[in-house]
């Protein structure tokens, strides 16, 4: 049975979070100011697509939204104090695989679909002057 103080908690995330997005709009933060997409650009698309039925293209837009969300899962369901460790070691896991894929994808997709430029970007709009 989840506490007062727990609950207290995960709407107090579901408030910064919606005021981030008013704040931010839809769109990434980091490609907004940099132009260059971050390790999680498209993750929503992917969703969108997986939610869908279409895996290839939910695949093609981001590969790591289903062990993001089964490392998501695990997080939520166990027990912190008990396997930190373990949940430790699956979090570097995660962030390295995260990684990796981030750089294979600026290398050989970048600045194709879905991994563009955005011209009109704060950094884009200084170089361009």
């Given at each position: 049975?989840?506490?007062?103080?727990?609950i207290?908690k995960?709407?107090?995330a579901?408030?910064?979070?919606?005021?981030?997005?008013?704040?931010?709009?839809?769109y990434?933060?980091?490609q907004?100011v940099?132009?260059?997409?971050?390790?999680?650009?498209?993750?929503?698309?992917s969703?969108?697509?997986?939610?869908?039925g279409?895996l290839?293209t939910?695949?093609?837009y981001?590969?790591m939204?289903?062990?993001?969300?089964?490392?998501a899962?695990?997080?939520g369901?166990?027990?912190?104090?008990?396997?930190?460790?373990?949940?430790?070691?699956?979090?570097?896991?995660?962030?390295?695989c995260?990684i990796?894929y981030?750089?294979y994808?600026?290398?050989?997709?970048?600045?194709?679909?879905?991994?563009v430029y955005?011209?009109?970007?704060l950094l884009?709009?200084f170089?361009?002057?």
């Amino acid at each position: 049975m989840p506490t007062a103080k727990k609950i207290g908690k995960t709407l107090g995330a579901i408030v910064v979070l919606l005021l981030f997005v008013l704040l931010v709009g839809t769109y990434c933060p980091i490609q907004k100011v940099l132009g260059i997409p971050c390790p999680g650009c498209n993750m929503t698309t992917s969703l969108y697509y997986m939610l869908q039925g279409d895996l290839s293209t939910s695949l093609m837009y981001h590969a790591m939204l289903i062990p993001t969300g089964v490392f998501a899962l695990l997080i939520g369901f166990c027990k912190w104090k008990k396997k930190r460790k373990w949940i430790q070691r699956l979090l570097w896991m995660w962030i390295g695989c995260m990684i990796v894929y981030y750089i294979y994808r600026m290398i050989f997709i970048f600045p194709e679909i879905p991994m563009v430029y955005d011209s009109s970007s704060l950094l884009g709009y200084f170089l361009n002057r």
